[in-house]
């Protein structure tokens, strides 16, 4: 299979690329070529930039891949150009959405039948331009049977995470024996999903007929509160944790100076992944293999003498005088 990976230089495309190789697969990739990353070299390199519609229509033009899988697309305006290029010479286009494309729900699981965000009080800028890609694809498939296939991840781990504010910064805190400052009472839910896994399950999208056209839910087999979390993260390092909880009109919308400013701490949410299940090669590891693995490599890569500030969760500290 001759496949394409916009983007595939950080996280999930990087491990895709290694997913497809395994598997047998000629790939290519088409970025900015900035990002350092550590590539096989039997990969053919593209390069252009995504905000540059003229060059990426001049790349492509005149290629033909069996499967594109768009991991840099973030609003329609990037996405169109690609799309418009590989019309008639792609057999599928995997994207990479968001669970955030959902409206908040008091009830779960929630599966691919919740309704999806209407405006800004219901998602994240970030979630809405997602959502519009979805769209235009969909709008592709109606006037002219553009093949798509939208996979929508929820907060996601593991070995090459460029979030740093996610697991390694816990890590961090743990390691160093310092306060979890914990928004709220720590009830919040939160749903993660391993990289590897989610790599498995964008590989196996094209292989099916049944994904054609179709969105799929991708979390992991446990969702787990934030003081949950925390403890299950100290078993991990091998530290007991000191939680600190936070009121939440002490932070800001993303949850800053608190220990949680890259997870959705505001609101819980817990995903149903029955139908990726049924459909693709997507069977998720639980959180305990997945997290022992992660931190396996956060120590094999010297990232535990990585330097970090934390002058802001100080400051919060004294105010709280704890």
């Excluded at 669970?99 to 599966?111: K, N, R």
């Excluded at 749903?191 to 049944?210: C, I, K, N, Q, Y």
């Excluded at 078993?235 to 919308?253: A, C, F, Q, S, Y």
Aim: net charge neutral; with cysteine.
């Amino acid at each position: 299979m001759r496949a394409l990976v916009l983007g595939g230089t950080r996280f999930i495309g990087l491990h895709l690329v290694y997913e497809l190789l395994r598997r047998g697969h000629q790939v290519a990739l088409l970025n900015r070529g900035q990002a350092p990353a550590a590539l096989p070299p039997d990969i053919e390199r593209l390069y252009a930039d995504r905000a540059d519609p003229t060059a990426v229509k001049r790349v492509l033009r005149s290629r033909e891949f069996d499967v594109a899988f768009d991991f840099s697309a973030y609003t329609t305006s990037t996405l169109a150009a690609a799309v418009e290029a590989l019309a008639g010479h792609v057999g599928r286009y995997v994207f990479c959405s968001t669970v955030g494309v959902y409206a908040p729900s008091e009830t779960f699981p929630i599966t691919e039948q919740q309704p999806l965000a209407k405006d800004t009080s219901q998602a994240s800028q970030y979630g809405l331009d997602k959502l519009a890609c979805e769209e235009y694809l969909r709008e592709r498939w109606r006037a002219r049977a553009f093949p798509f296939t939208i996979l929508r991840p929820c907060t996601v781990y593991g070995p090459n995470n460029y979030n740093p504010q996610r697991e390694f910064s816990l890590f961090a805190r743990l390691l160093r024996k310092r306060p979890i400052l914990v928004p709220g009472d720590g009830s919040a839910v939160i749903h993660l999903v391993h990289v590897s896994d989610l790599a498995r399950a964008f590989a196996s999208a094209p292989e099916t007929g049944s994904s054609l056209g179709q969105a799929y839910t991708l979390a992991g087999p446990e969702a787990v509160t934030l003081v949950d979390y925390v403890t299950f993260l100290g078993r991990i390092v091998g530290i007991e944790p000191r939680l600190v909880l936070v009121p939440p009109e002490m932070l800001d919308d993303r949850g800053t100076p608190s220990s949680f400013p890259a997870y959705p701490w505001r609101s819980s949410a817990i995903y149903d992944t029955r139908k990726a299940q049924a459909h693709l090669d997507f069977q998720p590891r639980a959180m305990a293999i997945g997290t022992a693995e992660t931190y396996r490599w956060y120590i094999a890569e010297g990232l535990d003498d990585r330097p970090w500030d934390f002058s802001a969760e100080d400051g919060l500290l004294e105010r709280l005088r704890v």
